[in-house]
């Protein structure tokens, strides 16, 4: 596609709730990534796939925070008995190679609000 | 760990000012450095990107460069418009693999 594309752009779920947020990268991109951003802060690294496979997960804050790339395309962020702190933007950005000399694309994220 | 810095928070100006945001970074290891602006509720939208080995990118009013050695990055921005109006965002990637962002400025910029 022209660009990474997100969905929902808005998701309200209740406290406890299951939820899938998904990722469209650039077409041929094969770093993939995943942010989070609170409100007046700048977003934080949570996961990064090249591939298939998460090379860097290291951002996740828990083990309610999963994510998945099968074919090394469209990446699904899920996260599982939603609280209220989850609540933020999700940021998902591409990148041509993922090896630092590449410019990040970023979508224009999911607004989760656990309620 | 790397952190960045960006100064000031927040920056009103008349419409027409010069203007200069301040990115810093305690690691200077660095692949490259990239500044983005946000508008409310939307994503990021990549301005510049200046790799290690560059001292300046520039993209029409814009004009980014870099200090690696003292881990520090300007942002120009020439003539101001209310359309600048935004956050802007520099992140700075070490590992290759992931970004570390500032928390922003908020520029306003007055007609």
């Known amino acids: 596609g022209a660009g990474v594309s997100q969905t929902p752009s808005n998701k309200v779920t209740e406290k406890g709730k299951y939820v899938e947020l998904r990722c469209d990268p650039i077409s041929g991109h094969t770093a993939l990534y995943w942010y989070r951003q609170s409100l007046g802060q700048g977003p934080e690294f949570l996961i990064y796939?090249?591939?298939?496979?998460?090379?860097?997960d290291s951002g996740l804050p828990n083990d309610r925070f999963f994510a998945v790339r099968p074919e090394g395309s469209v990446s699904t962020l899920k996260i599982q008995r939603t609280e209220r702190g989850d609540s933020a933007m999700y940021l998902c950005?591409?990148?041509?190679?993922?090896?630092?000399?590449?410019?990040?694309?970023f979508g224009q994220g999911t607004r989760l609000t656990v309620v | 760990k790397q952190e960045v810095t960006q100064i000031p928070a927040a920056l009103s100006v008349p419409e027409g000012e010069n203007l200069v945001l301040n990115c810093s970074f305690t690691?200077?290891?660095?692949?490259?450095l990239q500044w983005f602006r946000q508008d409310p509720g939307k994503g990021l939208t990549s301005l510049l990107l200046?790799?290690?080995?560059?001292r300046e990118q520039t993209s029409g009013r814009l004009n980014a460069s870099l200090d690696k050695s003292s881990g520090r990055s300007t942002l120009y921005i020439a003539a101001s418009q209310p359309g600048d109006s935004a956050t802007y965002l520099c992140a700075v990637d070490n590992a290759g693999n992931m970004l570390t962002f500032g928390g922003g400025t908020r520029l306003m910029v007055k007609p």
């Open positions: 690691d200077s290891a660095i692949y490259n």
């Open positions: 200046i790799q290690s080995s560059q």
């Open positions: 950005a591409s990148s041509a190679q993922g090896q630092g000399n590449t410019e990040a694309f």
């Open positions: 796939f090249q591939g298939t496979g998460a090379a860097d």
